[in-house]
Structure formats: structure tokens, C-alpha cells
């Protein structure tokens, strides 16, 4: 009772700027271009980055988009840099963030930006000829990149001055916000309710199967009437047909960061685990199969690491000279950036690789006959 009291005002004031938005007070841009966003209505934890990294490989193994120009646009979590910036492969985390880095190493071929202002983000990507005159790109000035035709836009569910074309808005199985509650008490940052502006709703961090009783079970707690796990259609209150889909986590054999590297440790039966993530436990148990964790080292989500947690790893690793150190993909982004990394932590720090999966191929191709239909309706419309 007494936190519904203490959320009451983060509660009124979602619903106002909500509101404001919904009827015109304030003002909702689209983008010329179809935009695809990806997010959530939870803190962290969901799965966008590789969800992202799943919608760019369904669209470059497409007809219809593998040979169009496609950019990713995200805010830049933790950036020391501020307007547009246009993410190289070769530059440092620090300005861009760890995700939209991570995203362009393993994408060289699409065009990755950050900017807090997502409509003048679009903007500049529809139209590069202005990061000439534009004072929020004075960075990428010199930077020679084509029009996008279509933007995925990474975490912009809650930027509410644009309307994305298509929503996709995932959910943690651990933690189903109809369970939960506000920031600080609970995850949740967004009304449950803005779930019946998702046009996708997915499922995320799954187990490998789930009984179809099951997901109509996760279909009713979304207000999801009539749902067929043969179509993953259900009908909102408002009678809008909404997709539900379920993914799963799939981790890769421990990858070297560096060159340096020595393979040998891969194999061994002690590790140390160090992660600045919302969540690590899907990962633990992954690791737990082949490996007797015996240290870890827990940081906050999107972490800046500093020497003093490296010589705190490094103590571990003197403690335990046969382990191998592991951390994520994400943790690689920001390692890369710090100077002066022991060579004792560089022959055995390596990386687990993350892709996400739909528990069936019949929801895989759900999902992309609906993804791609979608944007052929967009071009049509257009």
C-alpha cells in the first residue's frame, strides 16, 4: 500500500505526458522512411541489443532489403559524446556506447548513429547532405554515408515525439510486468498498458519449449483474446490483431578478445566471471555446463571499467592461475577501450557470443513474413 502512495506521482505523471502525447497536445512525428523500433516498457534486461541484431540479419537475407541502404539508430547509452555521431568500427565505446559498437562490428555494412533526438536523428540519416550544416553533427561533418531506406530504431519505445512505423516491444519471461511495478519498487519504467501499442510482442529469455497452454496463458495476462498458437494472433481490447512470438537465449563457445589469446584456456574447467549487465543468470548457467565458476564479479548495467576493477580480476586470476576469464559481448566493447591490460588477462580473457532464437522455425517464419509484409505495405503506401 504504502509504495502505491510513494509511485503515485511517477504513475500521474506517465499517465499525463501519455495522454498529452495521444491526443495532439504534444507533437508525434513520423519518419519518410519505414522506422522499426525495438524496445520495451521494463529497465534493461529484455534482449534489444540481439533482437536488433536478429531483425538486421531477417532483413539482409530478404529480397527486399538485402541490397537497400538499412541504418540503426540508438541514444548511446553512457556516451561521453553529445549530438549525432555516426559509429565507426574502429573507435572507441566511449563515444557511442558499448551497444551501438557492438552492433557495427558484427554489421559493418549498415549505417549505425547515435543521437538522444530521434527525430532529428532520422532526419540526418534520410538526409546525410546536412551533416555539413547541422550543428548537432559537427563530428561527422566529413562523413560519407548513403540515405537509409529504413531505420531500425534501438530502445525508442519510450521517445514518444516519434511514431515508428512498426513496434516491437519485448518482455522477460523472468519478470512479466504484470507482475511487476515502477521504478525503484519494481523494473517497470512504462505503463503496462502502452503494450497495446505494440504491433509485436515478444516473449524474451525463454525456456527451449514451452506447451502452447502456456503461451495462451501469457496471451491472457496481455489482454490477448481468441489467441491461436498456430497463427500467434490474439485480439487486443481495442480489436487490434496483435502478434506474440517466443525467443530464447543461445550462447556460442567462449570466443578470444584478444589476439594474443591462448585457446587452451577455452577448455578449462575453472572460470571467472566478470559481466556489467542487468541480468547474468541465463549466462551463469550456460558457463555452469562446462565450467566450475569459482569467482564473479557482478558491475552495473553498462559499466565503465577501470583499472581498479581489472587489478580486482586480476587478483582472482593470481588466486587461480589455470581459470579462464569470461565476460560478455557487451563487457568486450568497453574492455577494448582500457590501456594497459595485463598479458597475463589477455591470454585467457575471452567473450560469450549471444544470438536469440524463436522457439519453433513455424514462429521464425511468423515473424519474418510479418516483418517483411509489413514494410512491402509501407513501400505500397508510400
Not at 172 to 179: A, G, M
Not at 337 to 347: F, G, M, Q, R, S
Amino acid at each position: 500500500m504504502l509504495d502505491r502512495i510513494i509511485l503515485a506521482p511517477y504513475y500521474l505523471a506517465l499517465k499525463l505526458r501519455h495522454f498529452c502525447y495521444d491526443h495532439g497536445i504534444l507533437k508525434v512525428r513520423t519518419c519518410e522512411v519505414p522506422t522499426i523500433c525495438v524496445g520495451n516498457i521494463t529497465a534493461g534486461g529484455t534482449g534489444k541489443t540481439p533482437h536488433t541484431e536478429m531483425i538486421l540479419r531477417t532483413l539482409l537475407r530478404s529480397d527486399d532489403w538485402a541490397y537497400e541502404d538499412i541504418a540503426v539508430l540508438s541514444r548511446g547509452h553512457r556516451r561521453s559524446t553529445r549530438g549525432f555521431q555516426i559509429v565507426k568500427r574502429d573507435g572507441p565505446v566511449k563515444e557511442y556506447g558499448d551497444e551501438p559498437l557492438q552492433i557495427k562490428k558484427k554489421f559493418p555494412g549498415v549505417t549505425v548513429a547515435v543521437d538522444r533526438h530521434r527525430v532529428k536523428g532520422c532526419d540526418l540519416l534520410c538526409h546525410p547532405e546536412k551533416l555539413k550544416t547541422d550543428k548537432r553533427a559537427r563530428a561527422c561533418a566529413d562523413e560519407q554515408i548513403a540515405p537509409a531506406d529504413l531505420i531500425v530504431l534501438d530502445d525508442a519505445f519510450q521517445y514518444r515525439a516519434l511514431r515508428a512505423y512498426l513496434n516491437i516491444i519485448l518482455i522477460d519471461y523472468n519478470r512479466p510486468v504484470h507482475k511487476d511495478r515502477l521504478l525503484p519498487f519494481g523494473r517497470l519504467r512504462d505503463l503496462p498498458e502502452r503494450l497495446s501499442e505494440a504491433d509485436i510482442i515478444i516473449v524474451s529469455k525463454c525456456p527451449a519449449y514451452l506447451e502452447d497452454d502456456k503461451k495462451a496463458r501469457w496471451a491472457a495476462a496481455f489482454g490477448l483474446k481468441d489467441f491461436d498458437p498456430r497463427t500467434c494472433k490474439g485480439t487486443d481490447k481495442r480489436g487490434k490483431e496483435k502478434i506474440l512470438l517466443f525467443t530464447t537465449i543461445w550462447y556460442s563457445a567462449l570466443k578470444p578478445i584478444f589476439e594474443e589469446a591462448d585457446p587452451r584456456y577455452a577448455y578449462s574447467q575453472k572460470l571467472i566471471l566478470f559481466s556489467g549487465i542487468a541480468k547474468d543468470t541465463p549466462l551463469r548457467m550456460y558457463l555452469s555446463d562446462e565450467h566450475k565458476i569459482i569467482r564473479r564479479f557482478r558491475f552495473e548495467d553498462h559499466h565503465k571499467y577501470t583499472k581498479a576493477d581489472i587489478r580486482k580480476i586480476m587478483r582472482a586470476v593470481k588466486e587461480h592461475p589455470t581459470a579462464v576469464v569470461a565476460t560478455t559481448e557487451k563487457d568486450c566493447q568497453r574492455i577494448l577501450d582500457l590501456k594497459e591490460i595485463p598479458d597475463e588477462l589477455k591470454i585467457r580473457l575471452f567473450q560469450v557470443p549471444i544470438e536469440v532464437g524463436f522457439l519453433s522455425e513455424h514462429e521464425k517464419k511468423v515473424f519474418e513474413t510479418t516483418l517483411l509484409k509489413a514494410l512491402r505495405e509501407f513501400k505500397a503506401g508510400y
